[in-house]
Protein backbone atom coordinates (compact mmCIF):
# COMPACT_ATOMS: atom_id res chain seq x y z
CA UNK A 1 0.00 0.00 0.00
CA UNK A 2 1.15 3.45 -0.65
CA UNK A 3 -0.74 6.63 0.07
CA UNK A 4 -1.48 8.83 -3.30
CA UNK A 5 -2.87 11.85 -3.98
CA UNK A 6 -6.60 11.42 -2.65
CA UNK A 7 -6.20 7.88 -0.44
CA UNK A 8 -4.55 4.77 0.20
CA UNK A 9 -3.09 2.99 -3.09
CA UNK A 10 -2.24 -0.73 -3.49
CA UNK A 11 -0.92 -2.94 -6.24
CA UNK A 12 -0.36 -6.22 -6.27
CA UNK A 13 0.50 -8.47 -9.15
CA UNK A 14 -0.17 -12.52 -8.39
CA UNK A 15 -0.10 -15.75 -9.90
CA UNK A 16 -3.98 -17.59 -9.22
CA UNK A 17 -4.45 -20.89 -9.70
CA UNK A 18 -7.72 -21.58 -11.96
CA UNK A 19 -8.66 -23.80 -8.96
CA UNK A 20 -7.90 -20.85 -6.48
CA UNK A 21 -9.94 -18.07 -8.26
CA UNK A 22 -12.60 -17.86 -5.94
CA UNK A 23 -10.34 -16.57 -3.22
CA UNK A 24 -9.90 -13.47 -5.61
CA UNK A 25 -13.34 -13.14 -5.73
CA UNK A 26 -13.48 -12.77 -1.71
CA UNK A 27 -10.51 -10.18 -2.00
CA UNK A 28 -12.72 -8.38 -4.05
CA UNK A 29 -15.39 -8.32 -2.34
CA UNK A 30 -13.47 -7.33 0.95
CA UNK A 31 -12.10 -4.43 -0.72
CA UNK A 32 -15.27 -3.14 -2.47
CA UNK A 33 -16.68 -1.36 0.33
CA UNK A 34 -13.86 0.47 0.91
CA UNK A 35 -12.96 2.50 -2.10
CA UNK A 36 -13.09 6.20 -2.11
CA UNK A 37 -14.24 6.80 -5.36
CA UNK A 38 -15.61 4.58 -8.46
CA UNK A 39 -13.43 3.51 -11.06
CA UNK A 40 -11.46 0.91 -12.35
CA UNK A 41 -9.69 -1.25 -9.91
CA UNK A 42 -7.48 -3.49 -12.13
CA UNK A 43 -7.44 -6.50 -14.40
CA UNK A 44 -7.06 -10.16 -14.61
CA UNK A 45 -5.92 -12.63 -17.49
CA UNK A 46 -6.28 -16.26 -17.39
CA UNK A 47 -2.67 -17.99 -18.51
CA UNK A 48 -3.91 -18.45 -22.16
CA UNK A 49 -6.13 -15.67 -22.98
CA UNK A 50 -4.55 -12.90 -25.07
CA UNK A 51 -7.00 -9.82 -23.47
CA UNK A 52 -7.36 -8.86 -19.95
CA UNK A 53 -10.34 -8.93 -18.09
CA UNK A 54 -11.53 -5.07 -16.48
CA UNK A 55 -13.15 -4.94 -13.39
CA UNK A 56 -14.35 -1.67 -11.86
CA UNK A 57 -15.45 -0.73 -8.02
CA UNK A 58 -18.79 1.42 -7.98
CA UNK A 59 -21.32 1.77 -5.28
CA UNK A 60 -19.25 -0.53 -2.35
CA UNK A 61 -19.43 -3.51 -5.34
CA UNK A 62 -17.63 -4.14 -8.56
CA UNK A 63 -18.60 -5.49 -12.10
CA UNK A 64 -16.06 -7.41 -14.66
CA UNK A 65 -16.13 -5.10 -17.76
CA UNK A 66 -15.81 -7.17 -21.45
CA UNK A 67 -12.40 -7.83 -22.25
Known sequence: ???QDEGWGLYSRNYWL???MGELVTVLDLLAPH???PGPGGFFREEDETRAAV???RDGAY???EP
Open 18 to 20: DDD
Open 63 to 65: DLL
Open 35 to 37: IAR
Open 55 to 57: FAF
Open 1 to 3: MRL
